[in-house]
């Protein structure tokens, strides 16, 4: 990345996120010598306008932000770095300095889809997930049928507790089976996309 570091007098804004809730958790700023220090380290590094020199997030506290990605904006000025928070965020004890809570919400599905997908490409001894891979497609699409009928019967003989447990072990087959053709949980995304209609 060709970085401009010029505009601000040798600063860029680092806006920090979430890579798993998607969440802005804050915004520090970074020089050269901080961005470099990131990249080596893997932990966020800024550069502090009031004390004048690097601090590593978390070297206090122990409240790391581990780095997942970094990207740039179109201008070259602008840093967006997805993190693994290692506890709350802001020096007051928030989650995120915007004092909003950091937790999942849909985007949990994603981070399931994508821990899926691992372990479709290395296959862990022990894992049940593994498990499906290796009995094949029609064990996986039957597995998707029994949970479909669990849920049926939750949701017109049970109670919402029980119906979205069932609900859940079905969301979850079904996106190992997509998993297994090659499709994700965003294909149906799309899919429903493209039929909405405001």
């Known amino acids: 990345m060709k970085i401009d570091f010029d505009k ?4 860029v804004p680092a806006i920090i996120q979430d890579s798993r809730t998607k969440n802005v958790l804050m915004l520090g700023f970074m020089n050269e010598e901080a961005y470099n220090k990131t990249v080596e380290t893997g932990l ?3 550069f502090s306008r009031t004390r004048n020199t690097l601090w590593t997030k978390g070297e206090t506290s122990g409240n790391y932000l581990k780095v997942v990605s970094t990207a740039i904006d179109c201008d070259n000025d602008t840093l967006l770095i997805k993190v693994v928070p290692v506890g709350p965020v802001c020096h007051t004890g928030n989650a ?6 950091n937790e ?7 981070y399931l889809q994508k821990f899926i997908e691992r372990r479709h490409r290395e296959m862990p001894e022990g894992s049940y997930t593994t498990s499906l891979f290796r009995k094949g497609i029609n064990r996986m699409a039957q597995k998707v049928g029994e949970e479909a009928v669990e849920t049926v019967i939750e949701a017109t003989n049970g109670t919402d507790d029980r119906l979205v447990y069932e609900a859940s072990d079905l969301i979850y087959h079904l996106i190992v089976l997509l998993t297994s053709k090659g499709l ?3 294909d149906l995304a799309l899919e429903l996309e493209k039929r909405h209609k405001e």
Request: hydrophobic share 45%; with cysteine; aromatic share 18%.
């Open 96 to 101: 995120t300095c915007f004092e909003e809570k």
């Open 44 to 46: 966020v590094t800024f």
């Open 184 to 186: 994700s949980i965003n």
């Open 104 to 110: 999942f919400g849909i985007e949990f599905l994603d």
């Open 8 to 11: 601000m007098g040798g600063l």
